[in-house]
């Protein structure tokens, strides 16, 4: 398993802008993917972003154009740039590392985005 601490959480106006990071515990190279995921209170985990370990982007059709997935090989740490955010985008943000048959999640941060 992949550890992994996010951290770039808080409280934000509508409008507004935040970046996580999350860092791993081994080279990103060594995992299949790199993802974030968020769950609001009440509602399912759902996914957000990932990168592959070719650097390929992929986004939900929810916050595509308005957050950007990145990462930094030589730090073993992922970002998620978040911009013109939402107050339906609060919720607890997670990370998420795939190595095919085992998956490993951080603890998650909390992102709160008010009207």
């Known amino acids: 398993q992949v550890q992994l601490v996010e951290s770039g959480g808080g409280l934000v106006q509508a409008g507004g802008s935040l970046r996580l990071s999350c860092a791993a515990s081994?080279?990103?190279?060594?995992?299949?993917?790199m993802g974030w995921y968020r769950q609001a209170p009440g509602k399912q985990r759902e996914w957000v972003a990932k990168i592959s370990k070719g650097g390929f982007t992929y986004y939900a059709d929810s916050v595509k154009g308005r957050f950007t997935i990145s990462r930094d090989i030589a730090k073993n740490t992922v970002y998620l740039q978040m911009n013109s955010l939402k107050p339906e985008d609060t919720a607890v943000y997670y990370c998420?590392?795939?190595?095919?048959?085992?998956?490993?999640w951080g603890q998650g941060t909390q992102v709160t985005v008010s009207s």
């Open positions: 998420n590392a795939d190595q095919g048959s085992v998956a490993s």
């Open positions: 081994r080279s990103l190279f060594s995992i299949d993917a």
